[in-house]
T-cell receptor, first 111, second 113 residues
Framework: GNSVTQMEGPVTLSEEAFLTINCTYT??????LFWYVQYPGEGLQLLLK?????DKGSNKGFEATYRKETTSFHLEKGSVQVSDSAVYFC??????????FGAGTRLFVKA | NAGVTQTPKFQVLKTGQSMTLQCAQD?????MSWYRQDPGMGLRLIHY???????DQGEVPNGYNVSRSTTEDFPLRLLSAAPSQTSVYFC????????????FGPGTRLLVL
């Protein structure tokens, strides 16, 4: 079946450091890929998405490229801020109505 | 436009009690779903609905019931609460397009003693 695997956390970085959170997936067909972010005490919200191979999603300085050859969708940001501290979820959707989430990666950014 | 709303925010139950978690959306989305979030396990789908009058089971449906009488509302019922149902519950909605974005409510934190 379809699945999403993302790196375990927590990830602790200093402000202005470079961020990478790895995500790989298993799916039949051509899924859409997503990164959702969950700030403390809140629900998930979409950060970025990509719907086909080689697409790059971007938002708020975060980027991720849909790599079909490596079945990956790694999240990157060049310079993190304290306000980026949150839990990040990689997810895929292959038939529109069902979204499969990874376990989440908690990010702490220190000032 | 309130988006997806959930009530209550927090609830404590005793084993065997029943309760209903409320979820409503004002975006006229056809698709709605319930997830539970447990540490280290991401979000797991409990039940979902593709429109009023249509519901189906997700990955972890046991112990939960749903109904969808209107487009706006999608309540989740716990029939006889168990400690294993202690979790954070999220409701989400989505348009009917293929591979669309989900919109999440703020969550309900449930503790079953």
């Amino acid at each position: 079946g379809n699945s999403v695997t993302q790196m375990e956390g927590p990830v602790t970085l200093s402000e202005e450091a470079f961020l990478t959170i790895n995500c790989t997936y298993t799916a039949t067909g051509y899924p859409s890929l997503f990164w959702y972010v969950q700030y403390p005490g809140e629900g998930l919200q979409l950060l970025l998405k990509a719907t086909k191979a080689d697409d790059k999603g971007s938002n708020k300085g975060f980027e991720a490229t849909y790599r079909k050859e490596t079945t990956s969708f790694h999240l990157e940001k060049g310079s993190v801020q304290v306000s980026d501290s949150a839990v990040y979820f990689c997810a895929l959707s292959d038939r529109g109505f069902k979204t499969i989430f990874g376990a989440g990666t908690r990010l702490f950014v220190k000032a | 436009n309130a988006g997806v709303t959930q009530t209550p925010k927090f609830q404590v139950l005793k084993t065997g009690q029943s309760m209903t978690l409320q979820c409503a959306q004002d975006m006229n989305h056809e698709y709605m779903s319930w997830y539970r979030q447990d540490p280290g396990m991401g979000l797991r789908l409990i039940h979902y609905s593709v429109g009023a009058g249509i519901t189906d089971q997700g990955e972890v449906p046991n112990g939960y019931n749903v109904s969808r009488s209107t487009t706006e509302d999608f309540p989740l019922r716990l029939l006889s609460a168990a400690p294993s149902q202690t979790s954070v519950y999220f409701c989400a909605s989505m348009t009917s397009g293929i591979q669309e974005t989900q919109y999440f409510g703020p969550g309900t934190r449930l503790l079953v003693l």
